[in-house]
C-alpha cells in the first residue's frame, strides 16, 4: 500500500510561482512513474506531467511545457512540481497519484493523494 500527501496549495498571483510536494509512504519503487494532474471546477482531470522516481524520465503536457518543472528526491520520498509563470487558467485542485507503469492516462493510476487546491488570481 502507497500512501501520497500534497503540500504547498495555495493562493497567487498571476505570473507568480509555487511548489508542490507530494511526500510518499510504503511501498514503491524507483522505477514507478509519479504523475501529478489537476482539476478545476466542472472539468475532467487533467495530465499535468511525469516522472519516474529515479529521475530519468520526464514528460509534460503541452498547457504547462516551459513553465512547470517536476523532480524527484527518492532519499526524501518525495516529488515536486515547480510552477512558474502562473496563469489563472492554471487554477485547479493539483493531484499526485503513482503507479508501476509510464503512462499518462489518469485511470491507470493506482494510488491519488488528497489534493491541494491552487488558485491563480488576474
Known amino acids: 500500500q502507497v500512501q501520497l500527501v500534497e503540500s504547498g496549495g495555495g493562493l497567487v498571483q498571476a505570473g507568480g510561482s509555487l511548489r508542490l510536494s507530494c511526500a510518499a509512504s510504503?511501498?514503491?519503487?524507483?522505477?514507478?512513474?509519479m504523475g501529478w494532474f489537476r482539476q478545476a471546477p466542472g472539468k475532467e482531470r487533467e495530465f499535468v506531467g511525469v516522472?519516474?522516481?529515479?529521475?530519468?524520465?520526464?514528460y509534460y503536457a503541452d498547457s504547462v511545457k516551459g513553465r512547470f518543472t517536476i523532480s524527484s528526491d527518492i532519499a526524501r520520498s518525495t516529488v515536486y512540481l515547480q510552477m512558474n509563470s502562473l496563469k489563472p487558467e492554471d487554477t485547479a485542485v493539483y493531484y499526485c497519484?503513482?503507479?508501476?507503469?509510464?503512462?499518462?492516462?489518469?485511470?491507470?493510476?493506482?494510488?491519488w493523494g488528497q489534493g491541494t487546491q491552487v488558485t491563480v488570481s488576474s
Open positions: 497519484a503513482t503507479n508501476s507503469r509510464w503512462t499518462v492516462d489518469p485511470r491507470a493510476f493506482d494510488y
Open positions: 510504503g511501498r514503491t519503487f524507483s522505477s514507478w512513474t
Open positions: 516522472i519516474r522516481w529515479s529521475g530519468g524520465s520526464l
